[in-house]
Nanobody
Framework: QVQLVESGGGLVQPGGSLRLSCTASTTIFNMYAMNWYRQAPGKQRELVAAITSTGSTNYIDSVKGRFTISRDNAKKTVYLQMNSLKTEETAFYYC?????????WGQGTQVTVPS
């Protein structure tokens, strides 16, 4: 069982920035594709950003140019740098790791952007 632990959430004013971190317990972190999801109250969980084991990245359209996903395999950590945050991006943000048929989730971290 792989444990994923997120950190870095909090309260930030509109237009501000936060960096989320997710650290994994697996020794083969470099093999995992890593993803950041978010779920706002009353809405479905959505994939925000993804990074493959080789470092290729993908984003939903609404965050392109503002969010950056990156990974540090030596630290077994994936990051989500979020800039120019908007009120509607208030949500729980979850880290997900996938390798083959295996998929693991963190407990989530709250990001609040007040109106």
């Amino acid at each position: 069982q792989v444990q994923l632990v997120e950190s870095g959430g909090g309260l930030v004013q509109p237009g501000g920035s936060l960096r989320l971190s997710c650290t994994a317990s697996t020794t083969i972190f470099n093999m995992y594709a890593m993803n950041w999801y978010r779920q706002a109250p009353g809405k479905q969980r959505e994939l925000v950003a993804a990074i493959t084991s080789t470092g290729s990245t993908n984003y939903i359209d609404s965050v392109k140019g503002r969010f950056t996903i990156s990974r540090d395999n030596a630290k077994k950590t994936v990051y989500l740098q979020m800039n120019s945050l908007k009120t509607e991006e208030t949500a729980f943000y979850y880290c997900n790791g996938r390798w083959g048929s295996r998929s693991y989730w963190g407990q989530g971290t709250q990001v609040t952007v007040p109106s």
